[in-house]
């Protein structure tokens, strides 16, 4: 069963534009992790962040965590055409703490 | 997707044939991992390793077998492959430095089955 539920499932702004993606999650985690996919290619790490941090900041990106709401959100300011992609949350929430991986949100920046 | 190559990257078989997909790593991890995705599931852990000859079932390993008889490959056996594999599979590497595990990625390997 899915642990991480992204929302919206896509999202389409202009490059400049701040993009919010949020994820919510069943049970209890010790940390929940961002990764991208781009068409095409398998994911990639973009951040990570621990049940006992509220925020954290890596560039262009800035994410949330709310664990009594069970919820992250990702921020991604002034937006690229390059930051087209797939936004995928996973928590650390599995057997033997596997990730588990949400449905994820098409992210669409226009130029 | 440097140190984890995956192949075949693509293939079409038949409906009953048996299929192999491989991953390579060249990062000495111990931990590699196979994941399915498909349009409106995301991603789901098939089986994962967690050292040579060891290995454990995921969410939906029904219909799939793995072998790790090397640190560097890790197997994804379909017996007698379905319709309903059609997906693209992916491989992972993880990292657990800081006792956190972070993903690494193959870039997939799209199987057809007719």
């Known amino acids: 069963s899915q642990q991480g539920e992204e929302d919206p499932q896509a999202l389409s702004i202009q490059e400049g534009e701040n993009a919010t993606m949020n994820c919510s999650y069943k049970?209890?985690?010790?940390?929940l992790q961002w990764y991208r996919q781009n068409s095409g290619r398998g994911l990639v790490h973009l951040i990570l962040?621990?049940?006992?941090?509220r925020e954290k900041h890596s560039g262009r990106l800035r994410v949330t965590l709310d664990t009594s709401k069970k919820s992250s959100s990702l921020l991604i300011t002034a937006s690229r055409a390059a930051d087209t992609a797939s936004y995928f949350c996973?928590?650390?929430?599995?057997?033997?703490?596997?990730?588990?991986f949400g449905k994820g949100t098409k992210l669409s920046v226009k130029p | 997707d440097a140190g984890i190559t995956q192949s075949p990257r693509h293939k079409v078989t038949e409906t009953g044939t048996p299929v192999t997909l491989r991953c390579h790593q060249t990062?000495?991890?111990?931990?590699m991992y196979w994941y399915r995705q498909d349009p409106g599931h995301g991603l789901r852990l098939i089986h994962y390793?967690?050292?040579?000859?060891?290995?454990d079932k995921g969410e939906v390993s029904d219909g799939y077998s793995v072998s790790r008889s090397k640190t560097e490959d890790f197997l994804l056996t379909l017996e007698s492959a379905t319709s309903s594999q059609t997906s693209v599979y992916f491989c992972?590497?993880?990292?657990?430095?800081?006792?956190?595990?972070?993903?690494?990625f193959g870039a997939g390997s799209r199987l057809t089955v007719l």
């Open positions: 996973a928590t650390d929430g599995g057997s033997q703490g596997n990730l588990i």
């Open positions: 049970t209890s985690i010790n940390n």
């Open positions: 962040i621990r049940s006992n941090e």
């Open positions: 990062e000495n991890h111990r931990y």
């Open positions: 390793s967690y050292g040579v000859k060891d290995t």
């Open positions: 992972a590497i993880g990292s657990s430095g800081a006792g956190a595990n972070v993903l690494t």
